[in-house]
T-cell receptor, first 111, second 115 residues
Framework: GESVGLHLPTLSVQEGDNSIINCAYS??????FIWYKQESGKGPQFIID?????DKRQGQRVTVLLNKTVKHLSLQIAATQPGDSAVYFC??????????FGTGTRLLVSP | GAVVSQHPSWVICKSGTSVKIECRSL??????MFWYRQFPKQSLMLMAT?????????EQGVEKDKFLINHASLTLSTLTVTSAHPEDSSFYIC???????????FGPGTRLTVT
């Protein structure tokens, strides 16, 4: 079936380090990908997106890389801060507006 | 801009009763709204897609008679969990399309606990 998967449930880093969260997606027809941050008890918060005709996009302290050849997506967070601690989900768009979410990675940032 | 609210933020109900959750787009008109369910330490699973003025489209395995969705206006969609059971306890999250910038804006979620 359709799936977007993450295989590293928890990532622990020190404050100031760079963090890299990875995601594998399964549908080569997906045209749009998004990274979300979810804090405990809250809804997902948009971080950054990328369309399939791009391979890199940068935001403030975050960069998303897309490798369509191996169907891989990554989120890089520069100078990680304690406030970045949360669960991060990638999502791919399948069909009209439908999003499929990955399994999530918990990022723990130690001061 | 592009704020989505949900009400209530949490609810506790007894088994066998029904619960209604509201999802509102506060500053934009949402032609499409989505309902997700999230169990603890799991990802968001899409339950249904709701278009204003038409019947919702449910994902495979989601009982449409149990999870009633009404999208009566461009700013409001409701999810009613009928005859709730403890296994329906979950975090229900809605999202809406139609705002500026990126495409789906998520609500803060509703924690449902069925006792």
């Amino acid at each position: 079936g359709e799936s977007v998967g993450l295989h590293l449930p928890t990532l622990s880093v020190q404050e100031g380090d760079n963090s890299i969260i990875n995601c594998a997606y399964s549908n080569s027809a997906s045209d749009y990908f998004i990274w979300y941050k979810q804090e405990s008890g809250k809804g997902p918060q948009f971080i950054i997106d990328i369309r399939s005709n791009m391979d890199k996009r940068q935001g403030q302290r975050v960069t998303v890389l897309l490798n369509k050849t191996v169907k891989h997506l990554s989120l890089q967070i520069a100078a990680t801060q304690p406030g970045d601690s949360a669960v991060y989900f990638c999502a791919e768009r399948l069909g009209f507006q439908k999003l499929v979410f990955g399994t999530g990675t918990r990022l723990l940032v130690s001061p | 801009g592009a704020v989505v609210s949900q009400h209530p933020s949490w609810v506790i109900c007894k088994s066998g009763t029904s619960v209604k959750i509201e999802c509102r787009s506060l500053d934009f008109q949402a032609t499409t709204m989505f309902w997700y369910r999230q169990f603890p330490k799991q990802s968001l699973m899409l339950m249904a897609t709701s278009n204003e003025g038409s019947k919702a489209t449910y994902e495979q395995g989601v009982e449409k008679d149990k999870f009633l969705i009404n999208h009566a206006s461009l700013t409001l969609s409701t999810l009613t969990v009928t005859s709730a059971h403890p296994e329906d306890s979950s975090f229900y999250i809605c999202s809406a399309n139609g705002g500026p910038g990126h495409e789906q804006y998520f609500g803060p979620g509703t924690r449902l606990t069925v006792t």
